[in-house]
Nanobody, 123 residues
């Protein structure tokens, strides 16, 4: 399976942005999907995940209340809506396919990775 993330860009603090991730090669309708991010010089960190049915979402503490993850099964696409962006949200955002139906927050539970899309938030 190939994951293609897109939608990143340069925005100002307080703006909103939506990044997308399209899966090809194999549908991931039975797998949880997640978003992680990695800022320069930092480890990759969990942002959000959504269960295989789309009924269970988890969020990292730093984005809770500002970001929303969703998925469109017909388009085999996962979205991350980011509101009230802050400069500390600046990072490369990666989508990932989970090992199972509910993959949680651990990076070790994700086996398929996209190439990432850069989000830069200016102050």
């Amino acid at each position: 399976v190939q994951l293609q993330a897109s939608g990143g860009g340069l925005v100002q603090a307080g703006d909103s942005l939506r990044v997308s991730c399209v899966a090809s090669g194999r549908a991931l309708s039975n797998n949880a999907m997640g978003w992680f991010r990695q800022a320069p010089g930092k480890e990759r960190e969990f942002v959000a995940s959504i269960s295989w049915r789309g009924d269970g979402a988890l969020y990292g503490d730093s984005v809770k209340g500002r970001f929303t993850i969703s998925r469109d099964f017909a388009k085999n696409t996962v979205y991350l809506q980011m509101n009230s962006l802050k400069p500390e949200d600046t990072a490369v955002y990666y989508c990932a396919g989970g090992r199972g139906s509910y993959s949680g927050k651990s990076i070790n539970n994700y086996v398929s990775w996209g190439q990432g899309t850069l989000v830069t938030v200016s102050s």
